[in-house]
């Protein structure tokens, strides 16, 4: 049995395509991992908070030091920081937004980005540590950005699995509804990226 943690970053609701592939991600991983427990999180219901100053001087405040309004400000970081380290397998919803991730999941990412708790310091560096978690991250997306002329201007793959892995989930595969705005190509998009989820 395996615990799933579902995140969706979509603002298209049921014709969303990134929660449409993330919802196969997820029913593979429970016919290959029976008995698995799903929570699924809606990260824009949430109308998450954006890092601000009493948030970061909260974060970096020892637990025994902070006021009731410090550990109030702490609240949805410490729950999303629960949730992620209780999960086996994280699967993340990411449509692309002008070359990049929605708001609501820079939040989630923000909010997770904790010193001492999800990453240290030693003498050679950062050290991620959120180790043992498989991730996998539902990327829709109108034009083709995996290769050709749009790979540079993909920001969303390179950098989740780069301050992913920067937290210890270095185990991260993006797979790709691509091209669905685009003649032609998008009449298949969606089932080509379905048909290419493998479950580790």
């Known amino acids: 049995m395996k615990r799933i943690l579902y995140l969706t970053s979509s603002i298209q609701g049921s014709q969303s395509y990134s929660i449409k592939l993330g919802n196969a991600i997820v029913e593979k ?3 290959k991992y029976p008995d698995s427990t799903v ?3 809606n990260l824009v219901d949430l109308e998450i908070p954006h890092l601000n100053p009493d948030i970061l001087r909260s974060m970096f405040t020892p637990g025994d030091q902070l006021t009731a309004k410090e550990k109030e400000s702490l609240r949805y970081s410490d729950s999303a ?3 992620l380290l209780a999960a086996d397998i994280i699967v993340i919803g990411a449509p692309l937004y ?5 708001t609501a999941l820079k939040a989630w990412i923000d909010h997770i980005t904790r010193a001492g708790v999800t990453f240290g310091y030693s003498e050679n560096g950062p050290i991620g ?4 978690k498989k991730v996998y991250v539902a990327m ?9 002329p749009g790979k540079a201007n993909d920001f969303v793959a390179p950098y989740l699995k780069a301050f992913l892995g920067f937290l210890g989930m270095t185990d991260l595969v993006v797979f790709r509804a691509e091209g669905l705005k685009i003649p032609v190509i998008k009449e298949h998009a969606l089932d080509r ?3 290419s989820i493998v479950i580790d």
């Open 29 to 31: 991983a429970k016919e």
């Open 98 to 102: 002008n070359f990049t991730i929605h």
């Open 129 to 132: 540590l959120v180790t043992g």
């Open 81 to 83: 920081v629960k949730q």
């Open 39 to 41: 929570e699924e999180v």
């Open 193 to 195: 990226a379905i048909d």
């Open 140 to 148: 829709s997306s109108g034009g083709v950005y995996s290769e050709g």
